[in-house]
């Protein structure tokens, strides 16, 4: 249609790199794919952040455990580019493997184990590895031209995700500008996940179920509870009671993670984060409070 906005989708370096000569700070979002209207709101979040919008769509080897969901994870390349389009990105870039890991990634980077081995590196060891390298790697695809830096734009449902990412851009200096985003929720309150995907329809009405749960963990801090392992563990029975197969439903500091001291017992101070399993599916969430 003639004045349409053309969207380039590349998938190599070289051809990222041409992309984007004469850019000058782009926004940019890295995502695995199989994109819902969580990762669409990412863009149009970045979009006016930057002078061109980037999008990544790579299902990232390096991040998954052997006999977890890499092989079968959705590929749905045409149809995320059409959701891109119409969200306002100006470049995808959709690496195969062999261009973004054309020889075994041999350099890995390794983020702080009191940060990246609690919770979700705790029961997916070495994801947070994995998801740093990919991230390092694709940041220098995006930003390695661009004079003015740039932003990058990740939803909160990864909060651990966004707390490591965050630690490497302060502490190797680099040129980008972290951005929050917030949950983005489907009507009941789930979570918006691509791995939503994989669940039954019973599956999705009880999914809701993690969300609900970690409101009731904020309404008893908000009550005054100050016993944390009980409410803890109430949320844990209650999710298991259900058939769930939790692995953490905890309260933390924002800060750094880690279980709080009676002194962080404050509204602004803390998060409460969550995952379990539903069948065969691993949900997560979280609720600051
Ligand atoms: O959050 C994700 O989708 C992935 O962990 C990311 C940031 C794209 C790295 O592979």
Known sequence: MPGERRMKIVHTVTELRAALAGCQKPAFVPTMGNLHDGHLALVRQAKPLGDVAVASIFVNRLQFLPHEDFDSYPRTLDADCAQLQAAG??????????????????????????????????????????????????????????????????????????????????????????????????????????????????????????????????????????????????????????????????????????PPMPADLHPGHLVLLGAARLGKTRLIDNLEW
């Open 89 to 258: 990105c100006d470049v995808v870039f959709a690496p195969s493997e062999q261009d973004l890991y054309p020889e075994p990634q041999s350099y890995k980077l390794q983020p702080p184990p009191a940060l990246a081995d609690l919770l979700e590196g705790h029961f997916r060891p070495g994801f947070f590895v994995g998801v740093s390298t990919a991230v390092m790697k694709l940041f220098n695809c995006v930003f390695a031209g661009a004079p003015q830096g740039g932003v990058a734009v990740f939803g909160k449902k990864d909060y651990q995700q966004l707390m490591v990412l965050r630690g490497m851009v302060r502490q190797f200096a680099l040129p980008i500008d972290i951005v929050a985003a917030d949950i983005s929720r489907a009507g009941d309150g789930l979570a918006l996940s691509s791995r939503n995907a994989y669940l039954s329809t019973g599956e999705r009405l009880e999914a809701v179920q993690l969300s609900r749960e970690l409101r009731s963990m904020s309404a008893l801090l908000q009550a005054g509870e100050h016993n944390i392992a009980a409410i803890e563990a109430r949320a844990v029975q209650t999710l298991t009671a259900r058939g769930w197969q939790p692995d953490y439903l905890t309260v933390r500091r924002r800060a750094d993670l880690l």
